[in-house]
Nanobody, 124 residues
């Protein structure tokens, strides 16, 4: 079906930047809405940013102006550029994709998939 592989997390100092990637593979026909979520210890998972199939974006207030979500449809990859990182951005980040897959449009099916998560730690 569909597999997702996240990368790009790590340890960064406050004010630094990271770029997360989420690469999808499989019998993908199209990637529809994409979201990046994060979950800090002891907290609920929250939506950080989302992008639709036509490129409309939405951001949590806490990251507006600092984070940017984008997608490369040719590579079936989505990105989260994170700038001006703060300690409160520390969390495990997950991508979530709505995917249409199958051998053809006649047999297409849709599914919702999560990446494995990548740790982002912002600390001096």
């Amino acid at each position: 079906q569909v597999q997702l592989v996240e990368s790009g997390g790590g340890l960064v100092q406050p004010g630094g930047s990271l770029r997360l990637s989420c690469a999808a593979s499989g019998s993908i026909i199209s990637i529809n809405t994409v979201g990046w979520y994060r979950q800090a210890p002891g907290q609920q998972r929250e939506l950080v940013a989302a992008i639709t199939s036509v490129g409309s974006t939405n951001y949590a207030d806490s990251v507006k102006g600092r984070f940017a979500i984008s997608r490369d449809n040719a590579k079936n990859t989505v990105y989260l550029q994170m700038n001006s990182l703060k300690p409160e951005d520390t969390a495990v980040y997950y991508c979530n994709l709505e995917v249409t897959y199958g051998s053809s449009w006649l047999s297409a099916r849709s599914g919702n998939y999560w990446g494995q998560g990548t740790q982002v730690t912002v600390s001096s």
